[in-house]
């Protein structure tokens, strides 16, 4: 044993010492959280590998210094032992290369990707390998030690500047993407993996090498594997660190993902008062249910009240974002636990999409900001980037040109929401709902540019446009055999105005040969007292045309009783505002009940609308409510699928 403690046999000192240093990584390591997924399993098979290299070089090492080892063990042995310690060099190298990637999370998601990324170093392991049997690239002495056999033989090193090279673009590449402190680490690692290569023409030795690397990985257990800034502790959930880490790295490799984020009214003051386990407990159920809903999403609590869930490869408009906001929507009726008690929260949901809204990362501060004002008064609906956009560039010109040349550029939909009869059981009307969908912008609510296209006018071709496409759907498809007895139109204040408004609309019907009982206009009650006369003279000639009206979005204004007694409509729709507030406290709810009373003692039918449970569905048609409108039944969808939508449910 006097061999392994001699001062003077360094290289045996050095890889004992890397050893030491290796296992307590390996400790640390093992006894950490398990969240960095694919970085953790390459970083543990680097530890593994510098173990290993380490053992097998001190075996090396003592066979030569020791004649004792040199009875115990065969030349053969030694030589074997010193070619397992080179490729395992080589091996490091490609491991150390692919914890890189994993930590700026590229993927290796193509063959050619990991053939590119492979082949250097199998080239070289095969040609150690090759050693055992010729004297091509490497030759043994008698002493045992490993020697290049010419001058040539140095290429097999080729494929460790290769990687060396790689490394050192990636860490310029995403340096700012990461501290200063890590930066350092990264480069102190790939360092001394560069300065293996002049050590060993100088010491003879891999010894030096496999201790620096032994150090490197220590250094990044306590940087790169240290969870403490990349998880929040409560949730158990990324940091925001974490969440800006993922969205600059994903930025710079032009990846497309999506930002879904869920901000929690109340969420923040309702367990800032409470124990850290019971805040714990809370924000875990959260969390969990939301890595059920979408597993593969990251998930992350980077602000009080806010959860984020990054889905890579969606964009925000697609499907996958509404249905998830429609399960979150239904979770959120229902209670949470805190301690013992049951807690409610509202939540508003918002998706961003990279790199199509927000390709660069300083632009995400700014888009936050505006953001947070909106959710603050946002309702269930998703927010999107493209109405914060044109929500604070309402008068930009570029956005109005968008409202005003809707129509002639086709970017106007109608899509369709059924209404449920629960008289009939069946889906018995219809609202239409117009949609408007720019190739820059995306999907733009139409909260955000009906009122543009009221104040440029151009809603009064977007309102005829609408009434056309519904007469057309009517006079071309099978809905009114399929159970439609009439569809909901909108009609602006704006159009209400126009004196020729009855005649256009007549003219309209007819030239489709649609019956005027199969129309029933939406209006709202929020007319100003000046042109109230004028709007009701067009009611008026409407009415006695056949066609029937709605007040809607009633309770959201002046609900003037007088006044709902001489309006001439037939359906008054309660406004989800009053709908969703009655299901949250008593008093609202006694509003709506003696609302509902007032409405049918005049003899008209309600609709109600922004149903999203099935007990608020049950609670409004026991206390009388003629049609159901919302989520619950179904959301709007386009022609096809609505006609799809009725074959299922009303013959079924």
């Not at 046999?9 to 400790?27: F, Q």
């Amino acid at each position: 044993m006097e061999v392994i403690f001699r001062p003077q046999n360094y290289e045996i000192c050095l890889n004992m010492a890397a050893i030491v240093l290796a296992v307590i990584t390996l400790i640390i390591h093992s006894s950490e959280e398990d969240y960095y997924g694919k970085q953790r399993r390459i970083f543990g098979i680097l530890i593994f590998m510098v173990i290993f290299v380490n053992v097998v070089g001190g075996i090396h090492n003592v066979w030569i210094y020791s004649d004792w080892a040199k009875s115990l063990l065969s030349y053969g042995f030694n030589c074997f032992m010193a070619v397992l310690e080179k490729a395992g060099v080589y091996v490091i190298a490609v491991v150390s290369m692919c914890y890189l990637m994993a930590i700026f999370r590229i993927e290796l998601d193509r063959v050619w990707k990991v053939s590119v990324i492979a082949i250097p170093a199998l080239c070289s392991v095969i040609s150690v390998f090759s050693s055992l049997f010729n004297r091509n690239v490497f030759y043994f002495d008698a002493r045992g030690d490993m020697h290049l056999s010419n001058v040539f033989s140095g290429t097999v090193n080729i494929s460790s500047a290769l990687y060396l090279m790689f490394a050192a673009y990636l860490i310029y590449k995403y340096s700012k993407s990461i501290s200063s402190e890590k930066a350092i680490v990264l480069t102190a690692f790939f360092l001394m993996m560069a300065a293996g290569i002049p050590l060993k023409l100088i010491f003879h030795s891999y010894a030096p090498f496999e201790f620096g690397t032994a150090l490197a990985v220590l250094l990044c257990v306590y940087t790169f594997q240290n969870p403490s800034e990349f998880i929040e502790r409560l949730s158990g959930t990324g940091t925001k660190n974490a969440l800006n880490f993922t969205v600059y790295t994903n930025l710079i490799q032009k990846k497309v993902f999506t930002v879904f984020g869920i901000s929690i009214d109340r969420l923040s003051e309702a367990i800032g008062s409470e124990s850290l386990e019971a805040s714990s407990n809370l924000l875990t159920q959260i969390a969990t249910y939301l890595r059920r809903i979408y597993p593969d999403a990251a998930l992350f609590y980077p602000d009080d009240g806010v959860f984020i869930m990054v889905l890579e490869d969606i964009r925000p408009d697609d499907e996958l974002i509404e249905g998830l906001a429609e399960q979150i929507r239904r979770r959120f009726k229902d209670p949470w636990k805190l301690r013992e008690d049951d807690v409610r929260f509202t939540e508003s949901p918002f998706a961003v999409g990279f790199p199509d809204e927000i390709g660069n990362f300083e632009k995400i501060v700014e888009v936050k900001d505006e953001m947070k004002k909106m959710l603050l008064r946002q309702n269930r609906e998703v927010l999107r980037i493209s109405d914060l956009n044109l929500k604070y560039a309402e008068h930009d010109k570029k956005i109005d040109n968008i409202v005003r040349k809707a129509v002639d550029n086709g970017l106007l939909e109608v899509y369709y929401q059924p209404i449920y009869s629960p008289l009939t059981g069946r889906f018995d009307t219809c609202e239409a709902l117009v949609r408007l969908r720019d190739h820059q912008f995306g999907f733009i609510s139409p909260a955000i540019f009906i009122p543009i296209a009221e104040k440029n006018g151009t809603v009064l071709g977007i309102d005829r446009f609408v009434l056309s496409s519904v007469c057309e759907m009517l006079a071309a498809t099978e809905v009114l055999d399929l159970g439609i007895k009439y569809v909901e139109v909108n009609l602006s204040v704006v159009d209400c105005i126009q004196s020729n408004l009855a005649d256009s609309v007549l003219d309209t019907l007819k030239k489709f040969r649609i019956g005027t009982d199969k129309i029933n206009f939406e209006i709202t009650e929020t007319w100003e007292k000046e042109i109230t006369s004028v709007v009701d003279d067009n009611v008026q000639k409407l009415t006695d045309a056949g066609v029937a009206f709605s007040m809607d979005d009633f309770g959201s204004g002046y609900s003037n009783v007088s006044r709902m007694a001489t309006v001439p409509v037939k359906l008054f729709k309660l406004d989800k505002s009053i709908v969703q507030a009655a299901f949250e406290s008593e008093v609202s709810y006694m509003v709506m009940i003696n609302m509902i009373k007032i409405i049918k003692s005049l003899g008209k039918e309600i609709v109600a609308e922004g149903v999203e449970t099935g007990e608020q569905a049950k609670q409004l048609i026991r206390l009388g409510c003629d049609h159901i409108q919302g989520f619950f039944y179904a959301r709007p969808m386009p022609e096809a699928q609505f006609i799809e939508f009725l074959k299922e449910h009303n013959f079924s």
